[in-house]
């Protein structure tokens, strides 16, 4: 779909958000960028690292007594919009990824897990399409 809003925002290589912590200059590893006339949209950028939830008070009581882990594997957050179309928010995660099989956040689906392979320059590149049904009317 041409002139969709492809929105992704990611943890950096060490697994911190911008606007979240301090020492991250705000809006970084974060962007929208809009598809061609094609419908395509490419997204260079690093890979993120996985990272823990916050595990102080009421949520650090709820893992520590169901007996899980806090850790969330590596993964993209993406939504991507179209006028007249039902947003899709997501997340995207990396095969092999630590955390994959355990995700204090359940949110791992196996249609959800891109395989980046080297394009001969060292560079990982992934595809992925994403389909968007039409609004419902109102
Ligand atoms: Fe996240």
Do not use: C
Not at 15 to 33: E, I
Not at 106 to 127: F, H, M
């Amino acid at each position: 779909m041409a002139r969709a809003e492809v929105d992704l925002w990611q943890a950096d290589a060490d697994g911190y958000y911008s606007g979240f912590a301090p020492h991250v200059p705000d809006g970084n590893l974060r962007g929208v960028v809009v598809t061609n006339a094609e419908g395509r949209f490419e997204i260079d950028t690093i890979q993120p690292a996985p990272y823990q939830i916050p595990h102080d008070g009421p949520t650090g009581q709820l893992i520590e007594a169901a007996g899980w882990h806090p850790w969330r594997p590596a993964h993209l957050h993406i939504q991507v919009r179209a006028d007249g179309h039902r947003p899709i928010t997501t997340q995207l995660y990396f095969a092999g990824g630590e955390w994959l099989d355990s995700d204090v956040a359940e949110a791992v689906k196996p249609e959800l897990v891109i395989d980046p392979q080297d394009d001969g320059t060292g560079t990982r590149r992934s595809t992925y399409d994403f389909e968007l049904e039409p609004q419902p009317e109102a």
